[in-house]
């Protein structure tokens, strides 16, 4: 690059510093989202650098629905003790259990979207008055239409006609008691951005991401990783592949992709080849074409 | 995307941002479709449900513009509603664009688009030559200063992709141009439907001797879009680790609005006029010797200064303006009128506090370019210009010089909403 001169990635994380420091500044008592995917995991690194030499000044908050992936769980407190930052976990579990929350059955029964119970009554019981979240722009076609800075009523909903307009650097996190924000500060990022961001800078990422072997079968078309709470169909079969998580989310809608990728330069690789969207895999996604849409309306991430 | 991006060379890559407007049916999601396409940015299981969803309404071609309604009730009422941000990349450069719809109701929606955005692509169908709606785009894009414009004649495959044609369109915009404010315009006859001239060069215009669409978007210089002469600092953020290690640290933190600071420098800190020098620009990975604009990053000073958010730190020998009496140029996007003597709050850089309009001096006629000195009534959509008190002095430069440290916008007291944009004279 020549002087003066700071490349696509180098730019983008000069936005997202910007948003996590408007954050803090316009906030009371923000948390940020941590799922232990990539995005949560790029999205504390760059907090990290937002608050150098400080520490990072809010807690991060798991919605935990007991159908994660061994290893998220580890990362997540490995991250936590590492960093010294604060890590709230709030379980679906308990939702269900105080009956706030009815969890499906049967084949295909998934936590997903009950989780957004859970969110809404940890954010309201710890008075959160902005949650931030790893959401990005590119994986969805609802939230491309999403803002930085997205307004929620005394509800926790959307109303994605209604938003405020965006300009400049100028964020306007004004709100009445009762309201909060959802705050993405990766939005402009692309999933290879993430990929090639996590490479220029080493970050760690669980191990998931690599490939590894593991009992899968297919439905709908995509690879499902075998857990004992899945019920499989008659027609469905465990094998064992070779497979890495291209997202990582609950275990129950979280597709894997068969690759032999070992390291982060082959990952990228895989990434800039590859065919299909990372969420092509979600089965939360394929419920209806307004699925996601209808899910961040009611409060979702 | 290409190899390219793994051998790192993504390391080299430079981010655009751009905007499209063109009219209703100007062929505007058609063209964003294929670039995505032709940049290979749209994937299978993406192309996958839009050919389905054509199917089911019955559509004979593949819907493009599918892929950029994302709502509900935009595929429904077949309209786009807000603006929407889509991504891609070639090995030169990382794009993202601001798609914003056309209708007449929704200048808000452009102006928003086109605040961040480097370059301007304007459609006009070729069949249609420049309408009203060509020179409202026009407009917009040179009020909100974005440095270059090319204007797209598209559907060229409808009018025998005519030399003649394009020629007339081109010189109808050059007759108004002078009228903006604009540096760098350039024209390119596609057609965004067969590709023609949008990344592959048309086999059938060989009178154009001009770069293709993509060829532009990949070449065209913005380094120089930034401001790197006015040296400008909002402060953001005040780090205090309170640690062993950091004890006295006191950092100031933001993203510089404008010029190049270095360590050594003796800087001003507004509004207190203190005076200081630079003693380390710190990062996580490392300390730098110098920073510039749109870098984030933390600065310390050598002396003990009681600096907080809304400060601006500047260098002595290079001031802004500083006023409490602001003239600006607003964009109105509320249903609820500007109030004249009317309190709200003002955000501008980093800094919160009020106003009162005092004075709307004339509304523009977007579609004629004219001021329209007799109807002041600024309305949902309208561009007006205004004066108004600031309850304090505020530390600016005006918006043609810097597009940050130049703007503001106006919230609503009673509903906390975002009402207009305003840049500064």
Known sequence: MKKNNINHLRELESESIFILREVASQFENPVMLFSGGKDSIIMFHLARKAFYPAKVPFALMHIDTGHNFEETIKFRDDLAKKYGVEMIVKYVQDSIDEGKAVEESGVGASRNSIQTITLLDGLEEL??????????????????????????????????????????????????????????????????????????????????????????????????????????????????????????????????????????????????????????????????????????????? | MTDTNTTGGYLDMQLMRFTTAGSVDDGKSTLIGRLLYDSKSIFEDQMEAIELTSKRKGEKHVNLALLTDGLRAEREQGITIDVAYRYFATPKRKFIIADTPGHIQYTRNMVTGASTANLAIILIDARNGVIEQTLRHAYIASLLQIPHIVVCINKMDLVDYDEDTYNKIKNQFMEFAPKLDVKDIRFVPISALKGDNVVDRSTVMDWFKGSTLMHILENIYISGDQNYIDPRFPVQYVVRPQSDEYHDYRGYAGRIDGGIFNVGDPVKIFPSGFESKIKSIDTLNESLKSAFAPQSVTMTLEDDIDISRGDMIVKTNNLPESSQDITAMISWFHEKPLRLNGKYFLKHTTSDLRCMVKEISFKMDINTLERNFDDKEVKMNDIARIKIRTTKPIFYDSYRRNRYTGSFILIEEGTNETVGAGMIV
């Open chain 1, 127 to 301: 008075k959160v008055d902005c949650a931030m979240g790893g959401g990005r722009r590119d994986e969805e076609k609802a939230r491309a239409k999403e803002r930085f800075f997205s307004h929620r009523d005394e509800f926790g909903q959307w109303d994605p006609k209604n938003q405020r307009p965006e300009l400049w650097n100028l964020f306007n996190g004004k709100k009445k008691p009762g309201e909060h924000f959802r705050v993405f500060p990766i939005s402009n990022w692309t999933e290879m951005d993430v990929w090639q961001y996590i490479l220029m800078e080493n970050i760690d990422i669980p191990s998931l991401y690599f490939t590894h072997k593991r009992k899968v079968f297919k439905r709908d078309g995509s690879w499902l990783a075998h857990a004992p709470y899945m019920q499989l169909k008659d027609s469905e079969e465990l094998v064992e592949m070779d497979v890495r998580c291209r997202t990582i989310g609950d275990i129950t809608c979280t597709g894997v992709t068969l690759s032999k990728a070992d390291k982060l330069e082959d990952i990228v690789e895989e990434i800039a080849t590859t065919r299909v969207t990372e969420r092509g895999g979600r089965a939360d996604d394929k419920r209806s074409e307004a699925a996601m849409e209808d899910r961040k309306k009611e409060g979702y991430f």
